[in-house]
């Protein structure tokens, strides 16, 4: 690789919107890999994000990187003295609790097997320690972070990587879909060479990391090779549930319809600050192109598994019959059942993938007359 980031690529640090004003940021800093600090044609000014992320210039040549400095320990001392001096603290409503325990940064590293050619995505950067270190692995890094003051401090830790393109944007445009901006950029990186991996690897916020798990996963086009991220140890838990168990629940079965789920470590509250509440965990969350297969049609499947866990204390029959009344007769749902062995009073919460992927492709209409819908409801757990 010639070099780390998108070829004749400005690499930005993108300041934060001002309140109320998010449809506009200002570039704080941009330059190029050569390591200038100004953008020739390319005056400051209010631009968005995705504008001066995409920019290109066309005859700027590649580069080779030719040194990495080893990113710097942030400890819990460094992160108090480094937020007292930027005037900032940890913030609950984006669940900001900073991993401390530097082995965890290279187990959840090593979990992910980072390396030159992978484009990875973070949500949630914090102050850039991990962004830091997967950098200096030579991977390509689009790090995102909703909080100005964050997205600030990820930039001045990765400031002499090339490689790394912080934003300070929403990561979710809504609960079920992505932020566009934050998949273009990913795109760019890709779009690079083919032989480009993406990857999710990140600290999740405890606040957003059911939605981005579960959208990454179910998008045909931007599906990771693989994601590996901290979560609240009760959503790992949930995550890898059984079936009949109390924890298992729609997560559950889309994730293990279509992936391969390991628990790489339980964390303790120790190894944060502030320290949280409760343990987390580092899972592996490995997208099989096999049971993507099987599945058929993912977003239908991810549909009927959403409407059918939203009843889950149901039976089955009761829940059928009330969403596809347009389509099936109290008779019909009792045929499709017994055509597929299916006791009409079982909870969804009992079923495993497989009779949920056999149920789901018996549901979907041949026709193509109704697609999969979105719900305003709230996630089905």
């Known amino acids: 690789m010639d070099w780390m980031g998108w070829p004749g690529q400005l690499v930005v ?74 005037g900032v603290a940890p913030l609950h409503r984006f669940g ?25 995505l973070e949500v949630g950067p914090g102050a ?47 609960k079920h879909k992505l932020n566009p901006d934050v998949l273009d950029n990913v795109r760019a990186g890709l779009a690079v060479s083919p032989d480009r991996k993406f990857k999710l690897v990140a600290n999740l916020p405890y606040n957003v990391a059911t939605p981005i798990i579960t959208n990454l996963l179910v998008d045909r086009e931007m599906c990771p090779e ?48 502030p320290r949280p509440k409760v343990d987390s965990a580092v899972i592996s969350v490995i997208p099989n192109a096999e049971k993507r297969a099987n599945i058929g049609d993912v977003p239908w499947f991810h549909s009927v598994v959403r409407r059918v866990f939203l009843h889950r204390r149901k039976n089955l029959r009761t829940v059928l019959a009330s969403i596809f009344r347009d389509r099936f ?16 009073t079982i909870r969804a919460e009992a079923m495993n993938v497989e009779e949920f992927i056999s149920l789901a492709q018996a549901l979907k209409p041949t026709d193509g007359a109704e697609e999969a819908e979105e719900l305003d409801e709230e996630e089905a757990e």
């Not at 940064?105 to 980072?114: G, Q, T």
């Not at 692995?137 to 990820?154: E, N, Q, R, S, T």
């Open 13 to 86: 640090r993108v300041a934060q919107p001002q309140e109320g004003k998010a449809e506009q940021a200002a570039i704080s800093s941009c330059r190029f890999a050569t390591g200038t600090t100004s953008c020739p044609g390319y005056p400051i000014s209010p631009v968005s994000s995705t504008e001066c992320a995409t920019r290109i210039i066309e005859d700027f040549p590649s580069r080779k990187i030719a040194s990495m400095a080893a990113p710097k320990r942030q400890t819990q001392s460094y992160l108090r003295e480094l937020f007292a001096r930027h």
């Open 96 to 120: 900001q609790n900073f991993l401390i325990d530097l082995n965890i940064h290279e187990l959840i590293v090593a979990a992910a097997e980072v390396a030159p050619g992978d484009v990875v």
């Open 128 to 174: 850039g320690a991990l962004t830091s270190l997967m950098a200096s692995l030579g991977a390509v890094v689009v790090a995102v972070d909703i909080d100005p003051a964050m997205a600030k401090l990820a930039g001045e830790a990765t400031a002499e990587f090339p490689n790394v393109r912080v934003l300070n944007a929403d990561a979710l445009a809504r």
């Open 226 to 273: 693989r994601l590996v991220v901290t979560i609240q140890k009760e959503l790992a838990d949930r995550i890898m549930a059984e079936p009949a168990s109390p924890d298992f629940g729609a997560l559950s079965l889309l994730c293990q319809a279509l992936a391969d789920i390991t628990l790489v470590r339980v964390l303790p509250p120790t190894v944060f600050w």
């Open 329 to 344: 007769s109290k008779s019909d749902i009792d045929a499709l059942l017994a055509n597929l062995g299916l006791d009409g």
